[in-house]
């Protein structure tokens, strides 16, 4: 199908790419729809709502950035995207850019957890207090990488 | 909204397997106790308004980065001079 997004402009996508959010992103709920596309960056992805081209997330692999993430949502979270079979959830973590980009941020603490098999989507919110809404990036790859 | 009067070691029941306890009060600031099962979510009212806060600042970033061309390199190797600790 074709779409219109934020990063690419028109372009054409797969039916499996794309995601429903039933309780959408948090302060986006009235928006349900979203596509995953990949960055052009490795290891990046947007997403990209179908209902307001205007509005499209970055998002990493947290485990990327901190290898000892650990995914720990309530139940309900999980249970609502129809949660299954391990393999087929996939884990990410929404970017923020501001104005210094050297502050390049993740969002540890509200992952977006989606289901590719059942293409459903929710962002949950970690009941481990370790993960914040701002995990500085490139401090978190430079310590990482340092250890 | 309901407003129920409470002491401290005094519990309110809300359905069958949810119970609130007022254990502790110091000037403004009450501890409560929370039981409840696994599946019910239970958060700070902050959390949910950082957690929307952050999202709105990431879909404005997001605007003004159309192509994404200030994403950093992931690959640990590249965020940093490859002197200094090596070996690991």
Partial sequence: MRIESRAYGPIEIEDRQVITFPAGILGFEHLHEYALLDATQPGFYWLQSLENPGIAFIMLNPYDLRPDYVLDVPDEDLRSIAYGDEEDILVFAIVTIPEDESRISANLQGPVVINRAARLGRQAISLDPRWRTKHLILEELARAGGS | MLILARRVNETIVIGDTIRVSVVDIKGDQVKLGIEAPRDVKVYRQEVYDAI??????????????????????LRRGDTQSRDGKSGS
């Fill in chain 2, 52 to 73: 929307q806060e952050e999202n709105r600042e990431a879909a404005r970033s997001a605007v003004s980065r159309p192509a994404g061309t200030a994403l950093p390199s």
